[in-house]
């Protein structure tokens, strides 16, 4: 099942094609997107995607998107969609054609949810540290590295995620040429030591996570301690969970590190899961 819609607002055919083969997006990554999800008809964190996609484009001097219009085909297709319980929302935003008249292209896709990512919510997953290559400072330096941007360009993510999975490990935890923990390749990495959740800086090339959000908010009002700091490889294993927030696959424990089993945070992943569901 797959509902697609334009940026118009139509509804078209997801068999049939509709971008042109020259499209920036599609022949140089140049476009940025964002993965929602849907339960029950609600999207959720509608609104700090769409701040984020907007943001992403600002990097990469898109046109700035036009909110409305985003908002209207989500609920065309939330209302397309045919069944209850949960959905994956795309929105695509592409620098568009090359040859046409500069005129972006944008969609929305609505999927169902991969099976893995609904086997990894149940069972954890295991995760090995990965060089992302770069040193935070960079960031500022050269904004035209995009660090921090949700760009089309993820070869290099699912890269990582193949050679993660070639050693056998399910997910990725990527850090920064000073050791300092950075994100996912599709999440953000949040690490708990007793009540104190810590997730990395956006500020240190990396994207400001919608779920980790989510779940911060539902923390300080539960009297947890939130903290949005940088942190080493080295803690990741000390503390008491080590989890990977993301729109789809919410809080996912990780109880496997770079092949060492990390305490049991079964109880601890339910406990923030509830809080980030108390959200909606
Ligand atoms: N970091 C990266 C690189 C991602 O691609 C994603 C989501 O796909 C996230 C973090 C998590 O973001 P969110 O919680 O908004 O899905």
Redesign the pocket.
């Known amino acids: 099942m797959r509902v697609l819609v334009m940026l118009d607002g139509t509804l078209a055919d997801p068999d049939a094609p509709h971008l042109r083969v020259d499209d920036l997006g599609l022949i140089r990554g140049d476009g940025v997107f964002e993965?929602v999800l849907v339960v029950d008809g609600a999207p959720r964190?509608l609104g700090p995607?769409l701040d984020?996609l907007a943001r992403s484009a600002r990097m990469l001097d898109l046109p700035e998107p036009d909110r409305a219009a985003w908002e209207r085909v989500t609920r065309v297709v939330i209302d397309a969609w045919p069944e209850p319980g949960e959905m994956a929302l795309k929105l695509v935003y592409t620098r568009g054609p090359e040859f046409g008249d500069g005129t972006p292209t944008g969609f929305a896709l609505g999927l169902p949810l991969s099976p893995k990512a609904l086997r990894n919510r149940e069972s954890g997953v295991s995760a090995v540290t990965l060089a992302r290559g770069f040193d935070p400072d960079i960031v500022e330096r050269a904004p035209w590295l995009l660090l921090g941007a949700?760009t089309l360009s993820y070869a290099v993510?699912m890269a990582a995620m193949r050679h993660a999975e070639a050693r056998g490990a399910d997910e990725v935890i990527f850090f920064a040429a000073d050791d300092s923990v950075l994100?996912?390749?599709?999440?953000?990495a949040v690490l708990v030591n007793g009540r104190t959740l810590r997730t990395p800086p956006p500020s240190s090339g990396?994207?400001p996570?919608?779920?980790?959000g989510a779940l911060f908010r539902a923390a300080d009002r539960a009297g947890w301690t939130t903290k949005v700091e940088p942190f080493s490889r080295a803690e990741l294993a000390r503390g008491d969970g080590l989890f990977l927030?993301?729109?789809?696959r919410k809080i996912t424990r990780v109880h496997t590190l770079d092949g060492i089993a990390l305490p049991d945070s079964g109880a601890l992943g339910a406990e923030l899961n509830a809080l980030y569901e108390s959200e909606y």
């Open positions: 993965t964190e995607h984020r949700k993510n994100e996912g390749p599709t999440s953000t990396i994207l996570g919608t779920t980790q927030a993301s729109s789809v």
